[in-house]
């Protein structure tokens, strides 16, 4: 009996020995942490159960969640989060952990969301602790989103593999990570009395991506792809609204540049121009107005050097034959065929009786004075001469220098040498 009870304890001791040695070999045998399909580790019920030791770095209050608030705290350099029973709902096992959430507070889109790193990844939370994304090398927050009420529009970006791509509030991908950038379509305004540009985003639920130095469009809403990749730029052109028999439908049209030509596309129905064009300039109708027809609505181009004008149907309405061309105001246009210009109205034809050397208006379109602003000035036999938008002369083409004097409604003038003042009220 003493010789069996020595050799079971020699067994015992051997065991012993045998488990430890494992263990310091490799201690995650006994302790492992299983990690899910998206990368995750999942924690364990110590891990989880409630921390009283800890220092409280965040906290936020989820009016969505009925008032409750959630805190992110640190245990020995750790962080974790905690709820309002103190229960961890985030093991303590980040490196960084923030709110995923913009500084506007009336934005709450993503209230509560937690963004996380834990072994040089990232990975985005709900405020119960529940992952919404795989882990991911960088994810960024896009505030442009809470511009829009569509919930296709909640989406983040996230960097895998040196590319980036688009996931939703779920974590679905919705724009694989196969991209350079990817971007909303920003277009810029200038209020009133103001020179500062204001940087707006068009429409939260268009995106242009870029890859290998090209762009394409994707359109969230639908969550169809518009134009492939394979665009030099897409940039915002203008507004329009577009009449028809039954309906106006107001939309938005994208320059779209392909090597160095131009086109463009109409986002109500989707409509393409493809790239042909060196210059493509804003649509409009009669005295500037940005509502009409489609056939009616027309803009400058410019192909083979050569300038005329298209409507939004893709027509050459006016011939593109001009040598240099200007855009409609007051519904009449200056254009230049070989050394001589004119003007034309919106049909292509010439509403000046002569042609000219030089033609130009008199002030800018955003002069305060509706009369100045019909004044041409142009250049005939090497004189210069006043007209009215009519082409009715009414300083005679006499000068050799002539500059307009706003403030006493006349010109200072050069004729033969001699230098003086004529008014149009005294001719």
Not at 3 to 22: C, D, M, Q, R, W
Not at 63 to 70: C, N, P, R, V
Not at 158 to 182: C, Q, W
Not at 356 to 370: G, P
């Amino acid at each position: 009996m003493q010789i069996i009870a020595k050799s079971n304890f020699k067994k015992t001791i051997i065991l012993f020995y045998f488990l430890v040695g494992i263990y310091c070999i490799n201690p995650s045998l006994i302790s492992a942490q299983t990690t899910n399909e998206d990368g995750w580790e999942t924690a364990t019920e110590e891990e989880l159960a409630p921390k009283i030791d800890t220092t409280i770095i965040a906290r936020k209050a989820l009016l969505a969640y009925g008032g409750d608030s959630i805190r992110i705290a640190s245990i020995e350099g750790k962080l974790g989060v905690l709820n309002d029973t103190n229960a961890t709902i985030v093991p303590f096992q980040y490196e960084k952990i923030s709110f995923f959430e913009g500084e506007d507070s009336t934005c709450t889109r993503w209230e509560g969301t937690l963004l996380v790193k834990g072994r040089g990844k990232y990975g985005v939370l709900d405020p119960t602790g529940k992952p919404l994304t795989a882990l991911y090398e960088k994810i960024e927050f896009m505030p442009e989103t809470c511009q829009s009420a569509s919930g296709k529009t909640k989406v983040m970006r996230f960097y895998d593999r040196g590319k980036v791509g688009l996931a939703d509030a779920y974590g679905n991908v919705v724009i694989r990570p196969s991209y350079e950038e990817v971007e909303f379509i920003k277009y810029y305004i200038t209020r009133y009395g103001d020179t500062a540009k204001i940087e707006r985003v068009l429409k939260p639920e268009l995106i242009t991506a870029k890859k290998a130095g090209k762009y394409g469009l994707f359109d969230l809403h639908n969550n169809v792809p518009l134009l492939r990749s394979e665009y030099n730029a897409i940039d915002y052109l203008q507004d329009i609204k577009i009449e028809t028999k039954k309906k106006t439908h107001s939309t938005h049209i994208l320059k779209i540049k392909q090597g160095t030509q131009y086109g463009f596309i109409t986002l109500h129905n989707k409509a393409i121009l493809v790239p042909q064009y060196e210059y493509l300039g804003e649509f409009s109708t009669e005295k500037g107005k940005t509502k009409g027809e489609a056939e009616d609505l027309i803009a400058l181009v410019q192909k083979k050097g050569k300038w005329g004008w298209i409507n939004l149907e893709g027509k050459e309405v006016i011939k593109v034959n001009y040598d240099a061309a200007e855009v409609f105001r007051k519904d009449i246009a200056f254009v230049r065929k070989g050394r001589k210009w004119t003007a034309i109205n919106r049909k292509g034809k010439q509403t000046l009786e002569d042609s000219y050397e030089e033609i130009k208006y008199l002030a800018l379109e955003t002069e305060q004075n509706a009369f100045f602003k019909t004044l041409i000035i142009a250049k005939k036999k090497g004189k210069y001469g006043i007209l009215d938008i009519e082409g009715k002369t009414l300083l005679n083409f006499e000068f050799d220098k002539l500059t307009f004097v706003p403030e006493k409604f006349g010109f200072n003038v050069e004729i033969n040498g001699e230098e003086k003042f004529v008014n149009l009220k005294t001719r």
